[in-house]
């Protein structure tokens, strides 16, 4: 009985323990380039914000929540989708994602940003954000807190073959290979 409640224990400690910390999933990948490839730089800015620049409260959680407007140059040759990530690295237990967009249509040179995808593409989808939601979460640091964003653009070799609401790391480990091109904007914002 004693080795029987010690085991409980034991388990109950390391249920604890994957609960403060996040979980004990599978760890998330880092994406690769495909194979052979050299990565090619995309340009991303914003007519909201400066690279480096304060992210405007309309774009954030104590806001409107809208999806800033996002500019692009022309993504590598053969780029067939891009994937749009808002991450914030800054969280406390590791970068925590905000948006994720695929299938965006690789003739985008402009998302006019607001609450939708609109101006993506057809096949555009979005995946599950880490606060679960599938659709776009603006910046929400914790009070007295300034944090980066992230808003990564990926140029892809391929269409991924995924439903909305597909979760992070299922974008993340299909892509993985496919990495064509990137660029990314990153601004700041704190309450």
Do not use: W
């Amino acid at each position: 009985m004693r080795s029987l409640l010690h085991a409980l224990g034991a388990f109950a400690s390391l249920t604890a323990l994957c609960l403060s910390t996040g979980g004990c999933g599978t760890p998330r990948i880092v994406p690769r380039a495909a194979p052979g490839v050299r990565l090619q730089s995309i340009t991303v800015t914003s007519p909201a914000f400066t690279e480096g620049g304060r992210i405007p409260v309309d774009l954030t959680c104590d806001g409107k929540d809208l999806i800033p407007e996002l500019v692009l140059s022309s993504p590598p040759e053969n780029t067939k989708s891009l994937v749009v990530i808002v991450e914030d690295p800054d969280a406390p237990n590791g970068t925590f994602t905000h948006m994720v967009a695929f299938n965006v249509s690789p003739d985008v040179r402009k998302l006019p940003g607001g609450p939708e995808l609109t101006g993506a593409g057809d096949a555009a989808r979005f995946g599950l954000n880490d606060f679960q939601v599938a659709h776009y979460s603006g910046p929400c640091p914790p009070k007295g807190e300034a944090h980066r964003y992230r808003f990564r653009v990926v140029a892809l070799d391929t269409v991924l073959d995924l439903p909305e609401g597909a979760q992070v790391a299922r974008v993340e480990e299909a892509i993985d290979g496919h990495i064509i091109g990137e660029g990314m904007l990153t601004g700041h914002f704190g309450h």
